[in-house]
C-alpha cells in the first residue's frame, strides 16, 4: 500500500510570498497519476493540479506542480489572499494528510 | 456545467447501513470517460477515498473499506449510489462524490483528476 507524506503540517506564509508543500510516496508511483487539491473549510476539495504537472481548468499560473518517482511538489508562486487553505495530494486511492497553508 | 448533490440520512444507528446517492445533473453519467466516486473526511481529518463506479457497473474499492461497502449506479436516474454496512461511530464523516474523469483500456489507466464535486454530505453514526 502506498503512503503519501506531505510535509510541512503548516506552513505560515504572508501574502505575496511563495508557497512550497511537499508530497513524498512511500514507493516510486507513477506522476500520471498524482494529483492536488485544495480544500477551504467547509467547502469541496477543488482539483488544481492532476497528473503532477497539469493545471485543471480555471486554475491560476500561479500553481505549478512538479515532480516525479517518490517527490512531488505544489508551489504557489505568489501567495494571494484566497489561497490559505488546506492543500492536499492523491495517488490513485490514497490522499496524504494534508498541508495547511496559514496567514503568518 | 455537470453538478453533483449528496442526498440521504444525516443520523444513522451503529450496526445500520448508511445509504446515500449522488445525483448527476447537466450531464449523463452513461456519456463515458468518467469514474464517478465516494470519498469521506472524518471531523477535522483528512480525505479518504471509498471507491468508484463507471456507468457500465464496474467497480473498484478502497481495499480497507471493501468488505463493507457497496457502490451501484441507475443510469435512468443518472444517479449513482453509496452503501456502507456494520456502520460504527468511526464511519461519522462527511460524505462527498465526486467525477474522476479517466480512460482506462487493457488494465490501465489515464486519469485526470477528479474535477466536479457535491457540497457533502454529513453522516453521524450514533444510537
Known amino acids: 500500500e502506498i503512503v503519501l507524506t506531505q510535509s510541512p503540517g503548516t506552513l505560515s506564509l504572508s501574502p505575496g510570498e511563495r508557497a512550497t508543500l511537499s508530497c513524498r510516496a512511500s514507493?516510486?508511483?507513477?506522476?500520471?497519476?498524482l494529483a492536488w487539491y485544495q480544500q477551504k473549510p467547509g467547502q469541496a476539495p477543488r482539483l488544481l493540479i492532476y497528473?503532477?504537472?497539469s493545471r485543471a481548468t480555471g486554475i491560476p499560473d500561479r500553481f505549478s506542480g512538479s515532480g516525479s518517482g517518490t517527490d512531488f511538489t505544489l508551489t504557489i508562486s505568489r501567495l494571494e489572499p484566497e489561497d490559505f487553505a488546506v492543500y492536499y495530494c492523491?495517488?490513485?486511492?490514497?490522499f496524504g494528510q494534508g498541508t495547511k497553508v496559514e496567514i503568518k | 456545467q455537470v453538478q453533483l448533490q449528496e442526498s440521504g440520512p444525516g443520523l444513522v444507528k451503529p450496526s445500520q447501513t448508511l445509504s446515500l446517492t449522488c445525483t448527476v445533473s447537466?450531464?449523463?453519467?452513461?456519456?463515458?470517460?468518467?469514474?464517478w466516486s465516494w470519498i469521506r473526511q472524518h471531523p477535522g481529518k483528512g480525505l479518504e477515498w471509498i471507491g468508484y463506479?463507471?456507468?457500465?457497473?464496474?467497480?473498484y474499492y478502497n481495499p480497507s473499506l471493501k468488505s463493507r461497502v457497496t457502490i451501484s449506479v441507475d443510469t435512468s436516474k443518472n444517479q449513482f449510489s453509496l452503501k456502507l454496512s456494520s456502520v460504527t461511530a468511526a464511519d461519522t464523516a462527511v460524505y462527498y462524490c465526486?467525477?474522476?474523469?479517466?480512460?482506462?483500456?487493457?488494465?490501465?489507466?489515464?486519469?485526470?483528476?477528479?474535477?466536479?464535486w457535491g457540497q457533502g454530505t454529513t453522516v453521524t453514526v450514533s444510537s
Open positions: 465526486a467525477r474522476d474523469r479517466r480512460y482506462c483500456s487493457g488494465g490501465s489507466c489515464v486519469t485526470w483528476g477528479m474535477d466536479v
Open positions: 447537466g450531464g449523463s453519467i452513461s456519456s463515458g470517460g468518467y469514474y
Open positions: 463506479i463507471y456507468y457500465s457497473g464496474s467497480t
Open positions: 514507493q516510486s508511483v507513477s506522476s500520471s497519476y
Open positions: 497528473g503532477a504537472s
Open positions: 492523491q495517488h490513485q486511492g490514497t
